[in-house]
């Protein structure tokens, strides 16, 4: 983690950044010419984030079809509208969200896929292991 400056040259960044942010029509489709995919709204948002540029990202039409994807009856998220969820899609259809600050949803480590309270307490217990003192 936070390597992405010694990993990269400027130019490789950025053309990154272009491709992913390309990959934004309503959600976020995992290569060209593919269809929209609920998971793509935490995998290629959680890749702007880390990049650095999230706030290009049109949150509204994001935020619009993934509850297009979600089942209202028994909850949860499919890949696609009218798909049957799956626990996959749910999981990362709610990090999606998060990534959006969507209210009542816990900030996600990007990096991390988990909360960032999660991470601060894993953090801690790191710190703990290795004797470093808080």
Request: net charge neutral.
């Amino acid at each position: 983690m936070g390597r992405l400056q010694s990993t990269f040259s400027p130019k490789q960044l950025e053309r990154l950044k272009r491709w992913c942010l390309k990959r934004q029509e309503s959600g976020f489709q995992g290569r060209p010419n593919k269809p929209v995919d609920t998971c793509y709204s935490f995998w290629i948002g959680a890749t702007l984030q880390l990049l650095g540029v999230y706030s290009m990202v049109n949150s509204d039409c994001n935020r619009s079809f993934l509850m297009t994807t979600q089942d209202e009856v028994v909850g949860g998220f499919g890949k696609w509208p009218d798909i049957s969820p799956d626990a996959l899609h749910a999981y990362f259809g709610v990090c999606g969200l998060a990534l959006m600050s969507e209210p009542e949803l816990n900030p996600i480590h990007a990096a991390l896929n988990m909360s960032e309270k999660a991470t601060d307490h894993m953090y801690e217990l790191h710190k703990s292991w290795h004797g470093t003192p808080s």
